[in-house]
C-alpha cells in the first residue's frame, strides 16, 4: 500500500444494549386508584368536604368484595392501575362477573 491509498474500514458497531428490566406494575388500595384517577367527588357534608368514589367504584367494590377483604386481611386489597380499571368495567357490565385478579381472596361467589 502507498500513502496515496486510503484504507476504510467498517464502522464500529455499537455494543448492544442491555435488555431493560420491566419494572413492577405500581400496586395502590381501590381508594387509592380512586384518587389518583380523580375517579370521585367531593362533597360539603356538615361543613367539612368528603370524598365520594364514583358509583362504577362502588359497584365495583361490592362486586369484588374489597371491603370483606380489607375486614378479614387488616389490610386493603392492592391492586395494579389495569386490575382496578378492569374492576370498575366488570361491575358495570351485564352479566355482572368478577374479574378474578381483582376479587377478593375472602369472597363469597
Do not use: F
Amino acid at each position: 500500500m502507498t500513502d496515496d491509498e486510503t484504507t476504510t474500514k467498517a464502522p464500529e458497531q455499537a455494543p448492544p444494549e442491555p435488555k431493560k428490566r420491566q419494572a413492577k406494575a405500581e400496586r395502590k388500595s381501590p381508594i387509592g386508584w380512586c384518587k389518583a384517577l380523580a375517579n370521585y367527588r367531593m362533597l360539603r357534608r356538615a361543613g367539612k368536604r368528603v370524598l365520594v368514589p364514583s358509583w362504577e367504584h362502588n359497584a365495583a367494590k361490592n362486586l369484588h368484595q374489597w371491603g370483606k377483604h380489607e375486614h378479614h386481611a387488616g389490610a386493603p386489597i392492592m391492586l395494579t392501575k389495569k386490575e382496578y380499571e378492569s374492576a370498575l368495567k366488570a361491575a358495570t357490565k351485564t352479566p355482572l362477573t368478577p374479574h378474578k385478579s381483582a376479587l377478593s381472596k375472602y369472597a363469597e361467589v
